[in-house]
């Protein structure tokens, strides 16, 4: 309870921080994708005990981030941001468009759906935490072109992972719409958000 207090005491704090920057009303087009990307190879295990592929992610919007449990900064300060974003998108109060939080470690080694659950609820009890073989992994990391690199094991067995910081926008139709680089501004992201939201759904009904 101590740390999950600290989790959000410091998500507080940056979302207080963002809120303060000046670079406001950014244009959607420079988060969007010129060609959205279809996952359908993509299968993953999940923390809500059903297979993370192109089926699941269909008929919903899912904000994907990636990194590790033992992440000493980037993973922490980006779920952090995340729950801000959450935050401020639940002001809405529409529940049809609230999207789903999903967190997926590239270190199976070390991670796993148990230590996933607990690690996740530090930051929201909505997120989801995902894994699965390298080789799935890998698949996932290059469909959505993102990067992840082991480093060197220490005499201790302990390493770090250098990994993608961006988080990815996934559409219904189970296709990575946007990447947004952090940190994320909760309110403007609320704004784009609907705004990615309201183009779709133009687009599908086109």
């Excluded at 401020?88 to 796993?112: C, G, H, Q, W």
């Excluded at 607990?118 to 073989?133: E, I, K, N, P, W």
Aim: hydrophobic content about 40%; overall charge negative.
């Amino acid at each position: 309870m101590i740390v999950r207090r600290l989790f959000i005491y410091l998500s507080l704090l940056l979302s207080l921080t963002i809120v303060s920057n000046p670079v406001l009303s950014r244009d959607i087009e420079e988060f969007l994708l010129d060609k959205p990307i279809a996952l359908t190879t993509l299968r993953l295990d999940s923390t809500e005990g059903i297979p993370v592929d192109a089926d699941s992610l269909s008929r919903r919007w899912t904000f994907v981030s990636m990194g590790y449990t033992s992440c000493p900064d980037v993973c922490p300060f980006t779920l952090g941001n995340l729950a801000a974003v959450e935050a401020a998108i639940a002001e809405e109060k529409d529940e049809t468009a609230a999207p789903t939080f999903l967190f997926v470690s590239v270190d199976p080694e070390r991670d796993n759906i148990e230590n996933l659950t607990d690690y996740l609820r530090h930051f929201s009890d909505t997120f989801v935490g995902a894994t699965g073989s390298r080789n799935e992994i890998d698949r996932f990391i290059e469909t959505v072109q993102a990067f992840y690199r082991l480093g060197r094991k220490d005499k201790d067995g302990h390493y770090l992972v250098d990994h993608s910081a961006y988080v990815y926008l996934i559409d219904p139709k189970a296709r990575v719409a946007a990447k947004f680089p952090p940190p994320l501004n909760p309110k403007e992201m609320k704004r784009i958000f609907r705004e990615i939201r309201n183009r779709f759904a133009m687009e599908t009904k086109g």
